[in-house]
């Protein structure tokens, strides 16, 4: 199959099945929206929606958050991954938020990447979901899935996937075809257990064709020992 007619083939799938994909984290306005990626990295958003309600009503501004302590802060996320470095992070962040962008969330990627804790992928994420940034983050979800399916070949780092993906997918469908990879890898396309029976796009799908290849080799091969 050529990559081609694997992108149009998935692309046409997730615009038919899934057109309103969104993020499945809870916010209520930019700030809330940062602070809850950076919770996210190598963390559920099952777990991050549990924790952040507490969280923003002690500190719904970031001004509020830069007057706490990393302890105070740690006391909220303390069942999140990584608590204590995310603790730090968000502690710089909200001053950095109050000090040099008075209290806004920059709408600039490269001015987002400048906030202690926030890196490129966190920065894309906040810059596609809220302004619709042409732009492809890339998780664990869309690394894994992307280079499963075949949408990307041998990608050895995210930055790789994302220039391939950003290639491929129109651009003004970036920002949704994000949460596509995201939610199909979460519920469909999962690491261990991948559930091709009742994945959509199989049809287009490099490895489900591989294993289709292995499955017909192994039953010829049994019939001729027989």
Known sequence: MRLKER???????????????????????????????????????????M???????????????ARATQEEIYSYIRSISYPNNKARNLLGMARMLCEEFGGEVPQDLKQLQRLPGVGRKTANVV????????VMPVDTHVFRVSNRIGLTTNSKTPLQTELTLEKNIPSHLLP?????????????????????????IREWCRKYAADCRTAERKKKNETETC
């Open 127 to 134: 810059g596609a979901v809220l302004w619709q940034r042409e």
């Open 176 to 200: 949704v075809a994000h949460h596509w990879l995201i939610l199909h890898g979460r519920y469909v396309c999962m690491a261990r257990s991948p559930k091709c029976g009742e994945c959509g």
């Open 7 to 49: 992108y149009e083939g998935i692309i046409a799938w997730f615009s038919e099945h899934m057109p309103a994909a969104e993020s499945e984290l809870h916010f209520a306005n930019p700030y809330q929206l940062l602070v809850a990626v950076a919770l996210s990295a190598q963390c559920t958003d099952k777990r991050v929606n």
């Open 51 to 65: 924790t952040t309600p507490a969280l923003f009503a002690a500190y719904p501004t970031p001004c509020d958050m």
